[in-house]
């Protein structure tokens, strides 16, 4: 059993998987950054400035006790967080379309493979049939 867990382990697509979604982890976190810190911002600007992750609307307000510490905290609906994360998903989905466009142009077309003539024997087969006439 354990040698049947190495060779299933040593296989190459386990090895090949394995790769994959460590480098998925980390073009995801470089989207995720690139979203964030370079396009969020420029969305925030031509939308007048507002940053959307403070939207929220408040149900019941924070508590502070007397030496001014929070007791109970807000409780609110973060609406503008989970636009943020709309418009994340938009860009990510656009950005990784763009990424893999450009994959795609690097590959070569495949070419149809040529017309299959007769074979030797099918060719061997008309001589005699035309020999015989």
Do not use: C
């Not at 149809?112 to 074979?119: F, L, N, S």
């Amino acid at each position: 059993m354990l040698k049947e867990f190495k060779n299933f382990i040593m296989t190459g697509n386990v090895i090949e998987f394995a790769v994959a979604v460590i480098m998925a982890g980390a073009i995801g976190l470089v989207i995720n950054g690139f979203v964030g810190d370079i396009i969020m911002p420029v969305v925030g600007h031509f939308a007048g400035g507002m940053d959307f992750a403070s939207l929220a609307y408040q149900l019941d307000p924070a508590v502070l006790a007397a030496d001014g510490t929070v007791e109970k905290a807000a409780n609110s609906i973060r609406y503008g967080a989970w636009i943020n994360t709309i418009i994340n998903l938009f860009i990510v989905g656009f950005v990784m379309f763009l990424m893999v466009k450009a994959y795609n142009k690097t590959k070569k077309p495949v070419e149809a493979a040529a017309p299959a003539g007769p074979t030797d024997n099918e060719l061997l087969m008309e001589i005699r049939d035309a020999l015989k006439k």
